[in-house]
């Protein structure tokens, strides 16, 4: 099989899975527990947190592990606004948000906040003027992801900081869900607040992740009872996950540069080949994630296209594993205005490390043969 599906999620590193055996079998106690035991198991637990506050540039009191994207995305935008609320009702969301966020904003608006939404032009890039006009001194909080998930757009997140921080004292969430790892991420590079990490798309587990604030930004909790996360998450915080996160954290962050050059020599020869094609339309903008390449075939349902791949152990997905179930047509495509012709043929071939050149050679042959036999190129 070639897995071309990393943006849905990636296999586990098997340094990961030891760190998350070797955790559960030697430091099982309750972190907050006041014995020797517990006492040991939670100076792991604080040096997991230390190493990703040191990778991304914050205190370690600001980490917060989570179930993963979704939980962070859920206390960033509803945490963050009733923290700041006193301040205002104003709220600024991208069109092209995870669900996570867009659902979670949308509850915010039920509630009494002010939500509006942020356009993107048809390279589903977030349209900086018209953010421009739409800060206001009441805003609170901005909520932009770094790479879109179903194109790999990157968002310009240092030019939105600038916009915002000059108009408003809006705090600013990341979902960097599908950036980390594969552009640089930090608090230092990129003047944001909050940023949210999911580690199963990182070769960690799934059902893990974090939400890290910059040092001096605070948060409500989502979550009330035992007070455990500094009392933002509650519940017994898993000292495995939590080291397994930190490992897949720093074995993301190794090599960057050179994982970043092999991803896009593998993209760019793969969107070259895709552009001879006549009927293949490249959705992917220039300013895109070395990871991810989304392209549509001119009146061919991708589930067709999908179906004849996989035939032949190809595994690819369309635009987003979260839509890909369902009938409707996706928020981010249609905020881009794909026209009917390929908006329902979007497929998204989606990279990691652990790819090469052998593989995308393998999808260019059955590739070819698939639009062959289905569209006749
Ligand atoms: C951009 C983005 N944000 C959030 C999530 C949700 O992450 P999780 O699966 O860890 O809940 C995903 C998952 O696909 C994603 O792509």
Redesign the pocket.
Known sequence: MIYLDN???TKVHPEVLNTFVAVNEKFWANPASIHTFGHQTNELLQSAREQIADILKTSNEKIFFT?????S?NLAIFGLAHKYKQRGKHVLISEI??P??IETAKKLSEIGFDVEWIPVNSEGIIILDTLEKLVRKDTILVSV?H???ETGAIQPIEELSKIVRAQSRALIHM?A??SFGKIPVDFKILDIDAI?I????IHGL?GS?LLALKKFVEIEPILYGGGQESGIRSGTTSVPLAVATAKAIRLAVTDLQNNILKLQTLSDDLMVYLNTFPSVKVISPAKKAPHIVTFSVQKVKGEVMINALQEQDIIVSTS???SSRQTKTSHVLKAMHISDDYIKGVLRVSLSTLNNQQEIDQFKIVFKRVMNVIKGD
């Not at 179930?67 to 939980?71: C, H, L």
């Not at 999911?198 to 798309?201: A, G, I, N, Q, T």
């Open positions: 943006s849905a999620t179930s993963g994207g979704t939980e995305n948000e995870h996570s966020i992801m790479v879109n998930n979902d869900v599908q949210t999911s580690s199963h798309k799934k992740g987003s594993a979260c």
